[in-house]
């Protein structure tokens, strides 16, 4: 979660109002416009009113409630340049609002502006919306069934309907029967990603943005081949203005498009790219990758939750990923992106005094207050009685009546090994994760062993987030082993994708005859193995 502090235009709100926001994003030329959605679902704005997006004649620091959002269960607002607004709800609902001038609200005409929220009809009539994009004047939604819908302006193919006419009401893009998962969009491009990890791209290409080879305006989508040649399976993407930007199930990131400020990255001289190239390799495996069709920046999260940045920052050309300080990505479009603006529906930390959580991280290990040490490969933690019995069922009836063969004050765990116990004791003190990939498989094996549900499917999320080559393997025979499901599921369908590097990796060979088994069985009734 964002820091509320870091955003310019959220710092003269009332605290009041601001502990009660639960999310927002952040618009505009500079960075000077928001839409807020509180935790008792409702909608305020505030900002320099560019269209008369308010609703009201002037702009306003103070917010201004959107009556016609409130109790919409809205679930995320997208912007463009002008801008033009679009809000979707829970139920799937599409709304608009703002700059009209080129039909980009698909409300049916290209009046100059619509100062309150519409309703999007048309093609969307009927359809259960679950993702929205923007770019700089058109608009996206994609549907429960994966079928993807454009309007807006269309001057260089953007909406991807095989012309160049505007449309002012949702047009659906010629994607070949394809099934999208995600729509990403640029100032006048857009990307979109199928089920099966193919990216395809159309629209203004003068940049290579599009990916095909060329710098041809392409008006109807085409598959970025580069990516389906290299057997890449493509699991997130984003877009710049005028950049593009893929992530890999396996981490890694592929960049193509404009590099004038070097947010291509990977110190390639400035020089646009017409086709895909893997970058930032020296970062380790990222999980996450963020732009937005306002800025020229890149950022990206590493899989031990490092963020890193390039392009162009705060005014400055930097061509090699630079390492922030920052908990996560959206600080660092608060701090250093051109203008400052939010990539996504961004939730912000509650201001707040020193915690009961701050108090339990002290106490661990702290042997001035302990009544009790656990024993770990000849290593001290030093522990609380009535917090181990309060906090987990298998310490308190350990330290019962049940622990015949202990000494009183000191506990000995001789069935996993040390940074297993020190990050479950670190869980149950504070709740929080914190393993090292290489311990968080026994992480799971001692949350199972232990029956603490919410510990095991934190530590599935978090192995899920690290898949690879050289791990699926050992990750899949793991969620076979500790029956977790959803880490079984992503690791089967990691081995369908990269079947033949799994099966040459050291940790296939290793696998013991079950999991093997299950594994082939699995994937031969997947058809995997037909000619």
Not at 449 to 477: D, H, M, P, Q
């Amino acid at each position: 979660m964002s820091d509320i502090k870091r955003w310019t235009i959220l710092s003269l709100l009332e605290p009041g109002f601001v502990e009660n926001i639960k999310e927002c994003v952040v618009f505009g030329s500079a960075g000077c416009e928001a839409l807020i959605h509180t935790k008792d679902d409702e909608v305020y704005g505030l900002g320099t009113n560019y269209c008369c997006w308010l609703g009201v004649p002037s702009s306003s620091f103070e917010p201004i409630k959107i009556d016609l959002l409130c109790g919409k269960r809205i679930r995320k607002f997208g912007y463009g340049s002008g801008p033009h607004l679009l809000a979707l709800s829970e139920i799937g609902e599409v709304f608009a609002w703002g700059h009209n001038s080129f039909g980009q609200l698909g409300l049916g005409h290209n009046n100059q502006h619509c100062p309150t929220p519409v309703l999007v009809t048309g093609l969307l009539t009927g359809q259960k919306a679950i993702h929205i994009a923007c770019g700089g004047h058109h608009s996206a939604a994609l549907s429960d069934r994966g079928e993807l819908f454009c309007w807006g302006l269309n001057s260089s193919g953007q909406l991807g309907i095989g012309s160049t006419i505007n449309q002012d009401t949702p047009r659906q893009s010629n994607l070949h029967h394809r099934v999208i998962k995600d729509v990403a969009c640029g100032h006048n491009f857009t990307l979109a990603l199928t089920e099966n990890g193919e990216v395809f791209a159309w629209g203004y290409n003068e940049n290579g943005q599009v990916g095909c080879g060329n710098v041809s305006t392409q008006v109807s989508p085409v598959l970025v081949e580069t990516l389906s040649i290299s057997n890449t399976v493509i699991s997130q993407i984003a877009c710049g203005y005028a950049h593009s930007l893929a992530l890999c199930d396996e981490g890694r990131l592929w960049v193509w498009g404009s590099n004038g400020c070097g947010q291509l990255g990977g110190n390639l001289m400035r020089k646009n790219l017409t086709e895909p190239v893997h970058t930032a390799k020296d970062i380790d495996r990222v999980v996450e990758v963020a732009a937005t069709h306002l800025c020229n920046i890149t950022v990206v999260a590493n899989k031990k939750g490092k963020v890193f940045m390039w392009g162009n920052v705060r005014g400055q050309s930097i061509t090699s990923p630079v390492e922030t300080r920052f908990p996560c990505v959206d600080d660092a479009f608060a701090c250093f992106a051109s203008p400052a603006v939010t990539f996504r529906m961004t939730r912000f930390e509650n201001p707040r005094q020193p915690s009961l959580i701050d108090a339990m991280r002290v106490a661990l290990d702290d042997p001035s207050s302990s009544d009790i040490r656990i024993v770990v490969e000849g290593h001290v933690i030093y522990a609380h009685k009535a917090i181990l019995k309060l906090r987990c069922p298998y310490f308190k009836s350990r330290l019962g009546e049940l622990w015949s063969e202990g000494s009183g004050n000191q506990i000995e765990i001789s069935d996993f090994s040390y940074n297993t116990v020190r990050a479950f004791m670190h869980w149950v003190y504070t709740d929080e994760l914190v393993v090292d990939p290489d311990d968080a498989i026994g992480l799971l094996e001692l949350a199972t062993c232990y029956l603490e549900t919410s510990l095991k499917v934190r530590c599935e999320t978090f192995l899920r987030k690290g898949i690879c080559v050289e791990n699926a393997a050992a990750l899949y025979a793991a969620g076979l082993q500790f029956d977790a499901p959803e880490l079984e599921d992503s690791c089967y369908r990691f081995c369908i994708d990269h079947m033949a590097a799994v099966t040459q990796s050291e940790n296939f060979r290793k696998l013991d005859a079950l999991a093997m088994r299950h594994l082939i069985c699995r994937a031969a009734k997947a058809g995997i193995f037909k000619k």
